[in-house]
Structures are given as structure tokens and as C-alpha cells.
């Protein structure tokens, strides 16, 4: 999944994807390059994900719509509908964003399997993004703290997932102009470095499209 990471970093929606789809099959080249079955399969798989943000695809909204409808009559999500909602999550109304991410804190706090916490992880990161997309920084600020002050058990299993979710918080602090934000950076940025040497491909990127974002949404040239 690692390479839908680095496409979301600029794509927002199809038109999107359809614009910069060369260029980022360039990058799922470099990641998948012994592998040319699970690229094809990759590049497909992601322009399907993306269409389902394309307004012209009316079929396809509306089966999202019917998605969204179920969810929000749903107070605990299977492992599929934790898969699925980070890539429906820009169809959301604000109110259904809010009311989703109560049920998924309360999931967060109970005692659930790692593969589960994961997935929960991946939602809520989804919804700090929508929040720090849209200007609405206090809220992805709020919803940041609380995972930190529900995180309670093993954190191992979940590292990967807690990085997305610390480089989300940098991003929105960055954005929202909070001073705050310069040693997070720097920490980041030699967490990144380091570990390196567990795979060297994965984490350039990484790093790369870290430092790239930053200084993207770092309007008030916050010193970092």
C-alpha cells in the first residue's frame, strides 16, 4: 500500500490522477521494479480508488453515497469499512466526519487485536489530513491528542502507523503556523534518516516527500 502514500501526497481526486498518472507509475516502478505483475496491478487499482473521487462518475458516487449511508448507521466497523473509508473520506459531509470519528476513538480505546488498531489508525490519519486540508487545524489537533492519550498497550506492532500519524500532526502544525512544529521537524527528519538502513528505498521517499510538504504548507516560514 506504500505507494498510495506517495500519490496522496499530491492527488486529491482523479482529475488529479489522471494528470500526474505517468509521473507517480514512475515512482510505483521504482517500489515494484522485480515485481511488473504487482505494478500493473498497483497503477489499476489506484486509478479505481481515485475515480471513486471523480464527480463525472456518477455510478460510482452513488454507490459511495450508499456507503457512507451504512456507515453512519454503524457504530463498529468490520476490517473492510476500516480499508474503504480513507479513500471515500473527501464524499463526507463535516457533521458525518465528526460522528465517524467518535465511533472510531471509541473502537480505538477497546481491547482490539493490533491488525484492527492499525486499521483504525489509517481512518483517523485519513480525517486529520481531511482536517488540515480544509483549515479546520484545532480539530485535527483534538483528534491527535486523544489517540496519544488512549494509546495505552504494546506500540511495537503499530510504529509504522504512529509515524504516518506524527508526520499528519507536523504537517497541520505547520500549516496551522504553530512554532511548535521545528523540533518535531528536525525529530522527524533524523527518525527518518535512521531508519534507513531497514530499507533505504522506502524511507528516502519517505523523507523526501516529508520535507516537500512541510515546506509546502509552511506559509508563515516558520524557521525549520
Known amino acids: 500500500m506504500y505507494p498510495f502514500v506517495i500519490m496522496d501526497e499530491v492527488i486529491k481526486n482523479y482529475h488529479d490522477f489522471t494528470i500526474q498518472a505517468e509521473k507517480y507509475k514512475e515512482k510505483f516502478e521504482g517500489h515494484l521494479k522485480d515485481n511488473p505483475i504487482a505494478l500493473k496491478l498497483a497503477v489499476k487499482y489506484a486509478e479505481f480508488i481515485y475515480s471513486a473521487n471523480d464527480p463525472r462518475n456518477k455510478t460510482n458516487v452513488k454507490k459511495i453515497k450508499d ?15 476500516l480499508t474503504i473509508i480513507p479513500y471515500i473520506i473527501l464524499q463526507f459531509t463535516l457533521e458525518e466526519i465528526k460522528k465517524l470519528t467518535r465511533n472510531l476513538l471509541d473502537m480505538y480505546s477497546q481491547a482490539i487485536p493490533e491488525s484492527t488498531a492499525s486499521a483504525i489508525l489509517g481512518s483517523l490519519c485519513a480525517i486529520v489530513k481531511y482536517y488540515t486540508n480544509n483549515g479546520y487545524y484545532n480539530e485535527a489537533d483534538k483528534i491527535y491528542n486523544e489517540i496519544k492519550k488512549l494509546h495505552t498497550y504494546n506500540r511495537g506492532l503499530l510504529a509504522t502507523s504512529l509515524m504516518v500519524l506524527e508526520c499528519l500532526y507536523i504537517f497541520n502544525l505547520v500549516a496551522w503556523g504553530k512554532s511548535e512544529a521545528a523540533p518535531l521537524y528536525k ?38
Do not use: G
Open 67 to 81: 456507503i457512507i449511508y451504512h456507515l453512519d448507521r454503524t457504530k463498529i466497523y468490520s476490517h473492510l469499512e
Open 187 to 224: 525529530n522527524m527528519i533524523n527518525y527518518l534518516e535512521s531508519a534507513k538502513f531497514i530499507d533505504e528505498q522506502y524511507y528516502s521517499i519517505m523523507l523526501e516527500n516529508f520535507i516537500t510538504k512541510c515546506r509546502a504548507l509552511n506559509k508563515s516560514n516558520i524557521p525549520l
